[in-house]
């Protein structure tokens, strides 16, 4: 029986290993360069225990789940982490404007990885910057950072509000910030932004291909073009 708010976490990481598979642990290893600390179980084992253990603490204040959030976090397993986003994002409604600084020191502290940093940005962070366009001021000081992941997360958190159309001359300020970096996980991160604006705002980012064209990484480009007519891919892959 779950008792207390630490109880939830024993009872996760229990469930975890418990159910963890030799198999699918070192098959997910192949999906990373980095070294990454999992259990071995499958996504959706994961997402429903997310949201089975959910249900003990929804009622607790934001501050409370958040802690919980952090301690999972501190484990550095990917299956943990990912619960940690789940929950996170489960309290938008109490989001406040200083949360992102509260975000920005998980990346900054314990996301090792492109699958983690991809999950906290792509909805929570995502979530958060709709509700407080403002704060993709922050995005811009990232983007400047010396930790891979926090370059990244500038642009991976704005994956869904610009398959909206929104930001759109955010995304363009993070991606010149970005234009040159030598990471490949950066690199795929600034061009899945401008692919995901192309959707609303195709002309705009092909025109920001062809300008910046011969100085864009490759990978940047062909992930930045990869939903535009083949005529227009042609184009801006020409040397």
Not at 26 to 40: L, P, T
Not at 71 to 79: D, I, K, V
Not at 215 to 221: E, H, S, Y
Request: glycine share 4%.
């Amino acid at each position: 029986m779950i008792k207390n708010n630490m109880d939830v976490i024993n009872h996760i990481r229990k469930t975890l290993k418990d159910n963890s598979d030799e198999q699918i642990k070192e098959s997910s290893k192949r999906y990373f360069k980095e070294a990454i600390k999992v259990y071995g179980t499958k996504t959706s084992f994961g997402l429903k225990l997310a949201k089975d253990s959910y249900k003990e603490i929804k009622d607790i204040p934001k501050e409370k789940v958040f802690s919980l959030c952090e301690e999972l976090f501190q484990s550095g397993y990917m299956e943990e982490s990912f619960i940690a986003c789940t929950w996170a994002n489960n309290k938008i409604d109490e989001f406040v404007n200083k949360d992102i600084k509260i975000f920005e020191r998980w990346i900054d502290g314990y996301v090792s990885n492109w699958a983690t940093c991809d999950t906290l940005c792509n909805h929570t962070i995502g979530d958060y910057l709709e509700k407080f366009p403002e704060s993709v001021k922050e995005l811009k000081k990232w983007a400047k950072s010396n930790n891979l992941w926090l370059r990244r997360a500038a642009s991976v958190s704005l994956i869904l509000p610009a398959r909206k159309g929104d930001f759109l001359n955010d995304v363009f300020e993070i991606a010149d910030i970005l234009l040159l970096d030598k990471e490949d996980l950066v690199q795929k991160g600034y061009g899945w932004m401008l692919k995901e604006a192309s959707r609303k705002h195709q002309k705009e980012v092909f025109d920001y291909v062809l300008k910046n064209k011969k100085v864009m990484p490759r990978t940047a480009l062909r992930y930045a073009i990869e939903k535009m007519p083949k005529e227009l891919k042609t184009v801006a892959m020409e040397k």
